[in-house]
């Protein structure tokens, strides 16, 4: 059975670095699209960024110019790392793939397999 571990959350000030990482395993996800989201107390899951299998990237505007998604096929590893963080970034980050290889969906609905998140908390 297919599953993605996220690791690398924690607390850190705000201005501060985190990179989050994403290990698959049961299958390869390495012709699939991957994506991070992310969910705050009260609020819906949001798209944060996502990463074709041909390497292609797209970001929301909240995070982009700030956050680097990549992936290593051979590891079957995504990544995020997460630059000049704020208190607004604080929430439990998902990582997801999609059976798609090339989506540019940002709807958590096209994404079939999650992993069980990951908390990153920026303070002030």
């Known amino acids: 059975q297919a599953q993605l571990v996220e690791s690398g959350g924690g607390s850190v000030q705000a201005g501060g670095s985190l990179r989050l990482s994403c290990a698959a395993s049961?299958?390869?996800?390495?012709?699939?699209?991957m994506g991070w989201f992310r969910q705050a107390p009260g609020k819906e899951r949001e798209f944060v960024a996502s990463?074709?299998?041909?390497?292609?990237?797209y970001y929301a505007d909240a995070v982009k110019g700030r956050f680097t998604i990549s992936r290593d096929n051979a590891k079957n590893t995504v990544y995020l790392q997460m630059n000049s963080l704020k208190p607004e970034d604080t929430a439990a980050y998902y990582c997801?793939?999609?059976?798609?290889?090339?989506?540019?969906?940002?709807?958590?609905?096209?994404?079939?397999?999650w992993g069980q998140g990951t908390q990153v908390t920026v303070s002030s």
């Open positions: 997801a793939a999609s059976d798609s290889a090339a989506t540019y969906s940002r709807s958590a609905n096209s994404f079939g397999h």
């Open positions: 990463i074709w299998w041909t390497g292609s990237t």
């Open positions: 049961g299958r390869t996800f390495s012709r699939s699209t």
